[in-house]
């Protein structure tokens, strides 16, 4: 453990060495998160690694061997496997565990919470563990929240053209290596025979993501209903997240050859009437939402909002109830990093305001 600050709360990060972790170090720092002593940890393998923070050398603990106690808050990027073991013996200890894996996200006493959408629900948190959602429901929720108030969210239908680095490092090699094979042969070639190129056997992406779009995310759902998991995470959490439990909900997910940020295509259908000038009004005011005309994932990458644009009427439903719309944002930052830190503030302020 290490002292940063004389006030501010004991943080642990867990997974703090990998792709997320580095990326909530660096938005601790940014953001002025109000640490005390701050401890990072990860497995034997990462275990010894020097991480600077603030100014300060911080030496990374091998979670098996650490002493839990003392640990207000600690925020996980580890995995679902990790979290299942640690996040209860973190939380006996004493620690509220702010997990970012899809371990816990559908228990009933763990709140599934969007910091600007339904901050409410970290009132009380019984089993000190919660969930950030998938990061593909995380683009969408904050316009979602905001509208569905305004004029009530009855069904979402949804695409998502999520980026690589969603797949983690390998799904990031993988397109640059397949990339880097096309440039080599050619990549006039794939204009008129995508299959003259020879392209390298795909290591993560279950099929060739480079210059390509795979609509296969996750494994396929154990319920025969030939989703896949992460197509059902959008509808299940969505659900939570909104405290709309009847929700009218599907998402097709696709992979696509971009390295950051995810982007979704949402057609909704509203209880009201909605125009396109009345949505605009509203999404320009909403907390985490920011309007543009088109936007892409190079407008999100390493940007805080989720953007919207393409905003238009939804000729598929009756009347003025249904409004089609562009969102995207940076999966790595909000979709994990960013949300994890803030839930963290709000927990600071909610329960350790004795310590600021």
Not at 101 to 106: F, Y
Not at 168 to 178: A, D, K, T, Y
Request: glycine share 8%; with cysteine.
């Amino acid at each position: 453990m290490v002292q940063i600050n004389d006030k501010g709360v004991n943080l642990a990060v867990l997974g703090a060495t990998g792709q997320v972790g580095m990326v909530m170090r660096s938005i601790l720092a940014e953001r002025k998160f109000p640490v005390k002593d701050v401890r990072f940890l990860a497995s034997s393998h990462s275990a010894g690694t020097v991480l600077n923070f603030e100014g300060h050398d911080v030496t990374v603990e091998d979670v098996e061997q650490a002493d839990l106690s003392g640990i207000d808050i600690a925020i996980f990027s580890a995995g679902g496997g990790t979290s299942k073991i640690w996040a209860p013996k973190f939380a006996a200890a004493g620690a509220y565990v702010i997990d970012n894996s899809s371990q816990w996200r559908m228990h009933d006493d763990v709140p599934l919470v969007v910091a600007e959408v339904n901050p409410e629900d970290l009132d009380d948190v019984p089993s000190h563990i919660i969930a950030n959602p998938n990061c593909s429901t995380m683009a969408v929720m904050a316009p979602l929240k905001a509208l569905s108030d305004k004029f009530g969210l009855k069904r979402l239908i949804a695409s998502s053209y999520q980026a690589v680095s969603g797949a983690g490092r390998g799904g990031v090699l993988q397109l640059m290596n397949e990339a880097q094979a096309a440039l080599e042969q050619g990549a006039d070639k794939l204009v008129f025979d995508g299959k003259a190129i020879d392209f390298p056997q795909p290591t993560k992406v279950v099929k060739t993501i480079a210059f390509n779009a795979v609509p296969f995310i996750g494994a396929y759902a154990d319920d025969g209903s030939l989703e896949t998991d992460e197509e059902q995470k959008l509808r299940n959490e969505s659900r939570k997240i909104l405290h709309l439990p009847h929700l009218l909900a599907t998402c097709t997910c696709v992979r696509v050859g971009v390295f950051t940020a995810h982007g979704m295509s949402l057609d909704c259908e509203f209880e009201k009437d909605v125009t396109v000038e009345q949505a605009k009004e509203v999404l320009s005011v909403a907390s985490g939402v920011q309007l543009m005309d088109v936007p892409t994932p190079q407008d999100a990458a390493g940007k805080d909002p989720s953007f919207v644009g393409r905003i238009f009427q939804n000729q598929a439903f009756e009347g003025h109830k249904g409004l089609s719309m562009f969102v995207t944002n940076d999966n790595l930052r909000k979709g994990a990093a960013l949300n994890a830190i803030q839930i963290a503030e709000v927990m600071v302020r909610k329960h350790f305001s004795d310590r600021l």
